[in-house]
């Protein structure tokens, strides 16, 4: 039986703490994706969780990168790339701003994984699941 392939974009510490449990888990082999200026992050946390593997128990594959082709074929998308938001920043301007960002991955998530459920953590998160 085929493996489930799990996709998080955004490889911050939403990211990398849904990557560490899906792993413990093993629901499937992960993606963990972030945007080229980051190659070297998404590529450590995901070492980082694979050198773990044997002390948590688990044998799930786990890939860091900055290329959406390496998403192709998800099962899962779960998209946590956003901006965190700044002091003195409203919820608008978070809004407008992640809005950006989501429809960015969306597009590419399209493309690569057309049948994957897609789950949307990014803030503002009421307003960003309504768009």
Not at 2 to 30: F, P, Q
Not at 64 to 82: K, L, Q, R
Not at 118 to 131: G, K
């Amino acid at each position: 039986m085929r493996r489930a392939k799990i996709t998080i974009v955004g490889a911050g510490n939403v990211g990398a703490t849904t990557a560490h449990w899906c792993a413990a888990a093993e629901l499937g082999d992960i993606v963990l994706l972030d945007i080229p200026a980051t190659e070297d992050m998404p590529k450590g946390k995901a070492l980082d969780l694979m050198q773990s593997s044997p002390i948590m128990g688990f044998d799930s594959n786990v890939v860091g990168t900055t290329s959406y082709e390496a998403t192709a074929g998800s099962d899962v998308v779960v998209i946590t790339a956003g901006l965190p938001r700044k002091p003195g920043m409203s919820r608008d301007d978070l809004l407008a701003t992640n809005a950006k960002i989501v429809t960015a991955v969306s597009e590419q998530v399209k493309t690569h994984s057309p049948n994957a459920v897609v789950i949307v953590v990014s803030n503002p998160l009421d307003a960003m699941v309504q768009r």
